[in-house]
C-alpha cells in the first residue's frame, strides 16, 4: 500500500527555473494539501483541492501554482524559482468525511541556487 | 487568523523520563486537533483529538484536550530514544480539513 508518494525526492534548481512537484495517493481521498516546511516554522499551507478539478490557496501562495486534473494526483508547480522557495515540501490527502487525519508523502527537498 | 503555538521548541531529556509537550490554539469554528510524530520524512499520526476532558492513549502516549482554555498536551512516560523526533501539533476549523500547525517541538532523547 504505497499512500502518498512524492516525486522528486530532491532537486536543486537555479533562480527562475520553472519545475513541477508530483504528489499521487491511491487511497481514493477527497481532499489533497501541499505544505512547505521550513525551520522553526512548522508546517504552512500552500494549496489545497477538496476535489478533482478544484483548487484553492492556502495560507502562502505567491510564486505557486497547482492543479488537480486527477482525484489521485496533486500537482504544485513553480513558474520562476527564487531562493525564497528552498524547502521542504509535503503533499498530504484525507477522506472527505468528518474528522479524518491527513496521510502526508515522504516529501521533496528543493533547493534554489 | 488562525494560530498554534507549541512548548517548548526544543526538549532533551534521557531515558526513562517523562516529558509534556504542549499546543495551544485559536482557531475559527475548532473542529479538531491532531499530533504527529516527524522523524526523518514524513509526519506520521499519533491522536486525534474533538473532545474536552476524554484522554487518547497510545501505548507510553497519552494526549488531551481542553475546549475551554484552548490548549491539549502531549505526555511520553518512559521515553525512549526512539522517541526522538519532531513533534507537531495541529488544530483545524470546519473548512475542508484544512490544519493550521505549530512550529514543532523537536525531541532529543538521550541514552
Known amino acids: 500500500n504505497a499512500g502518498v508518494t512524492q516525486t522528486p525526492k530532491f532537486r536543486v534548481l537555479k533562480t527562475g527555473q520553472s519545475m513541477t512537484l508530483l504528489c499521487a495517493q491511491d487511497m481514493n481521498h477527497e481532499y489533497m494539501y501541499w505544505y512547505r516546511q521550513d525551520p522553526g516554522m512548522g508546517l504552512r499551507l500552500i494549496h489545497y483541492s477538496v476535489g478533482e478539478g478544484t483548487t484553492a490557496k492556502g495560507e502562502v501562495p505567491d510564486g505557486y501554482n497547482v492543479s488537480r486534473l486527477k482525484k489521485q494526483n496533486f500537482l504544485l508547480g513553480l513558474e520562476s524559482a527564487a531562493p525564497s522557495q528552498t524547502s521542504v515540501y509535503f503533499c498530504a490527502s484525507r477522506p472527505g468525511v468528518s474528522n479524518q487525519p491527513q496521510h502526508f508523502g515522504d516529501g521533496t527537498r528543493l533547493s534554489i541556487l | 487568523e488562525d494560530k498554534v503555538v507549541q512548548s517548548p521548541l526544543s526538549l532533551v531529556v534521557h531515558e526513562g523520563d517523562t516529558v509534556t509537550l504542549n499546543c495551544s490554539y485559536e482557531v475559527t469554528n475548532f473542529r479538531s486537533l491532531l499530533w504527529y510524530k516527524q522523524e526523518k520524512k514524513a509526519p506520521t499520526f499519533l491522536f486525534m483529538l474533538t473532545s474536552s476532558g476524554i484522554e487518547k492513549k497510545s501505548g507510553r502516549l497519552s494526549s488531551i484536550l481542553d475546549k475551554k482554555e484552548l490548549f491539549s498536551i502531549l505526555n511520553i512516560t518512559a521515553t525512549q530514544t526512539g522517541d526522538s523526533a519532531v513533534y507537531l501539533c495541529?488544530?483545524?476549523?470546519?473548512?475542508?480539513?484544512?490544519?493550521?500547525f505549530g512550529q514543532g517541538t523537536i525531541l532529543t532523547v538521550h541514552p
Open positions: 495541529g488544530a483545524g476549523g470546519t473548512s475542508y480539513g484544512k490544519l493550521t
